[in-house]
C-alpha cells in the first residue's frame, strides 16, 4: 500500500528525519532553501516545515507501508 502526501509522519519520524537532515547540513550538503540563519538544525527545521526534504518513510505494521513525497521530484 503507498500513500502520498499530505500523511502524517509521528513524532519519532520527525526527529530522525530532521536530525539526518541537520547532521548532512553540518557535513556541508546544500540548503535546499533561502534563508539567513547558520544554525543546521533551524535549518533542518525550516526545511521540514515547507516539506522539500525529498524522503521515504518505511513502515512496518501488518504490511509494510511506504510514504512517498511525488510531488517534489
Known sequence: MKKVFPFEYTRFEKARIIG?????IAMG??????????????IAKDEFERGVIPITVRRR??????LQRHDLF
Do not use: G
Open 29 to 42: 550538503a546544500p540548503v535546499l532553501i533561502e534563508t539567513n540563519s547558520k544554525n543546521p538544525l533551524d
Open 61 to 66: 505494521r501488518d504490511a509494510f507501508v511506504w
Open 20 to 24: 539526518a537532515r541537520a547532521l548532512q
